[in-house]
């Protein structure tokens, strides 16, 4: 099991739906998250992965460029090393037109 974590950002304009291997569903965006230190701002991107029926359902009604999103999920490396490519596979989502 990963880390467990909980971000706020806005949707990139990359969002694309597809199926897995077994054809379960999945909604896969980019999402820009601000870190505010003493003197400038950060802006760190994250993919984030939402899976299952219920998720992709919520991210077709309401994600769209620019959207508020939180995300809560767990951190993931898709090589399996530490360092990697870093995603989040969410567990919620919570929108402006909704939460699941």
């Known amino acids: 099991m990963g880390s467990f974590v909980f971000i706020n950002g806005n949707v990139s304009a990359k969002i ?14 980019q999402m820009a998250a601000d870190r505010v230190t ?7 991107w994250v993919k984030v992965n939402a ?4 998720l992709v ?3 077709r009604k309401c994600l769209s460029q620019g959207t ?6 767990e951190l993931m490396n898709r090589d399996g090393v530490m360092g ?17």
Do not use: H, W
Not at 68 to 73: A, D, K, P
């Open 51 to 54: 899976y299952g029926q219920g």
């Open 68 to 73: 508020t999103v939180s995300v809560e999920g």
């Open 57 to 59: 359902d919520l991210c």
């Open 38 to 44: 003493r003197d400038r701002v950060i802006t760190v």
């Open 84 to 100: 990697e490519l870093l995603e989040v596979r969410a567990r919620y989502l919570d929108f402006p037109c909704g939460r699941r």
């Open 16 to 29: 694309s739906y597809a199926q897995t291997g077994n054809g379960a569903p999945v909604c896969s965006f």
